[in-house]
C-alpha cells in the first residue's frame, strides 16, 4: 500500500467519523450496543442448538444406517 492511497484512506476515514460525530446522540450509540448485544447472544444461542440437532440427528442416522446393516449381513450368512 502506497503513501498516497494510505492518506486517501485515512483521510476518507476521518471526514466520515467527524461528519456523522454530531449527528449520532448518545442514545443512538447506547440502543446500538444493546442491540448487537441482543443480536450476539442471538446467534450465539441459535449456533449452539444447531449443532446439537445436527450432530443428534447424524448420530442417530449413523447408530440406525450401522444396525440396519448388521442385521441385512446377518441374514446373509
Not at 448487537?36 to 446439537?52: D, M, Q, T
Not at 440437532?53 to 441385512?72: E, G, H, L, T
Request: proline share 1%; aromatic share 12%.
Amino acid at each position: 500500500m502506497s503513501f498516497k492511497s494510505l492518506s486517501t484512506i485515512v483521510g476518507t476515514c476521518g471526514g466520515t467519523f467527524l461528519a456523522t460525530w454530531p449527528v449520532i446522540g448518545s442514545d443512538d450509540l447506547i440502543r446500538t450496543g444493546i442491540l448487537a448485544f441482543v443480536g450476539a447472544v442471538v446467534s450465539f444461542s441459535v449456533s449452539i442448538s444447531l449443532k446439537i440437532v445436527v450432530k443428534n440427528f447424524f448420530s442417530a442416522n449413523f447408530k440406525s444406517d450401522v444396525s440396519f446393516r448388521k442385521k441385512k449381513d446377518e441374514t446373509a450368512e
